[in-house]
């Protein structure tokens, strides 16, 4: 099955810990993003990635960090510098034409800090 | 500020009516997207509408984008229980056709 695969589904952090949540895509999809989702609120971009070894800064990143060494995977790591971490968070990928962007996405993670 | 807002913010209709959301904007933009996200899951792409189009449709769906007015509206027909879902526009602009910025959504409700 094509998809994108997000783990793990709940995550609980005690505050001043790092997490790491995972993202998969077998799409073969160039970009990757992250979103943060709060409740009530549409989407806000945190980072996001156009190819393997290269990604920018979205609305909100500060207190998350994100790496891409395989085209498969980008992790989103919430570190401790993030005051208010709990929120459902939601990784996509997309092959971006000139037609548009259409943009694929996990099922979500949903971050809780204790 | 988010780039598209939706209206209205939560709709409650009969099974078998009509359901419209619209969404406005507020720069130029090179397309507008229309996303749903069923309780606690991911989005699903609906339909993609171009700033050279006018209106798009796709089974029960018919999308308008008015670019003088800086607004589209989605059209479900139709509606049935299983389009119960949040309804987001997202919208790409500026020189980036990676960055989509989205709404805060439409909760549609169909009652059986």
């Known amino acids: 099955d094509g998809g994108i695969t997000q783990s793990p589904k709940y995550l609980f952090r005690k505050e001043g810990q790092n997490v790491t949540l995972s993202c998969e895509q077998n799409?073969?999809?160039?970009?990757m993003y992250w979103y943060r989702q709060d409740p009530g609120q549409g989407l806000r971009l945190i980072y996001y990635?156009?190819?393997?070894?290269?990604?920018q800064k979205g609305d909100i990143a500060e207190g998350y960090s994100v790496s891409r060494e395989k085209k498969e995977s980008f992790p989103l790591t919430v570190t401790s510098a993030q005051k208010n971490p709990t929120a459902f968070y939601l990784c996509?990928?997309?092959?971006?034409?000139?037609?548009?962007?259409?943009?694929?996405f996990g099922p979500g993670t949903r971050l809780t800090v204790l | 500020s988010q780039q598209g807002e939706e209206d209205p913010q939560a709709l409650s209709i009969q099974e078998g009516e009509n359901a419209t959301m619209n969404c406005s904007y507020k720069?130029?933009?090179?397309?507008l997207q229309w996303y749903r996200q069923n309780s606690g899951r991911g989005l699903v792409h609906l339909i993609l509408?171009?700033?050279?189009?006018r209106e798009k449709h796709s089974g029960r769906l018919r999308v308008t984008l008015d670019t003088s007015k800086k607004s589209s509206s989605l059209l479900i027909t139709a509606s049935r229980a299983a389009d119960t879902a949040s309804y987001f526009c997202?919208?790409?602009?500026?020189?980036?056709?990676?960055?989509?910025?989205f709404g805060k959504g439409t909760l549609l409700t169909v009652n059986p």
């Open positions: 990635s156009q190819i393997v070894n290269d990604f």
């Open positions: 997202a919208t790409a602009f500026g020189g980036s056709n990676y960055k989509l910025t």
């Open positions: 720069t130029s933009i090179n397309n």
């Open positions: 509408i171009r700033s050279n189009e």
């Open positions: 996509a990928s997309s092959q971006p034409r000139t037609a548009g962007n259409e943009q694929f």
């Open positions: 799409l073969n999809h160039d970009a």
